[in-house]
């Protein structure tokens, strides 16, 4: 079984605004780091987003100020809320969790923004 899986991904026009989910109820949620990571065709994957266990996050330049990261620990959820899309945001999204010792990917939701 996939320990994360993402739902939410989708076709958005530019400007428009996405929230990926992924759920986390296979580990035991609390106690990772959770982040949101992205990869285009032809390109390396990259972090857009994470959020510690306290609630800490870290955003990619190219995202401040247009996405959120988020983390419900009652639901074991981590959301990726997405405004001002544009179409470089286009790419294969990825829920991540990691603890020493432990590294977990979800299958990846596609978000496509068209001009």
């Known amino acids: 079984q996939v320990p994360l899986v993402e739902s939410g991904g989708g076709l958005v026009q530019a400007g428009g605004s996405l929230t990926l989910s992924c759920d986390g109820s296979r580990i035991i949620f609390s106690i990772y780091t959770m982040g949101w990571y992205r990869q285009a065709p032809g390109k390396q994957r990259e972090l857009v987003a994470e959020i510690t266990t306290g609630g800490r996050t870290n955003l990619a330049d190219s995202v401040k100020g247009r996405f959120t990261i988020s983390r419900d620990n009652t639901k074991n959820t981590v959301s990726l809320r997405m405004n001002s899309l544009r179409p470089e945001d286009t790419a294969v999204y990825y829920c991540?969790?990691?603890?020493?010792?432990?590294?977990?990917w979800g299958q990846g939701t596609q978000v496509t923004v068209s001009s």
């Open positions: 991540h969790g990691w603890r020493t010792g432990y590294d977990h």
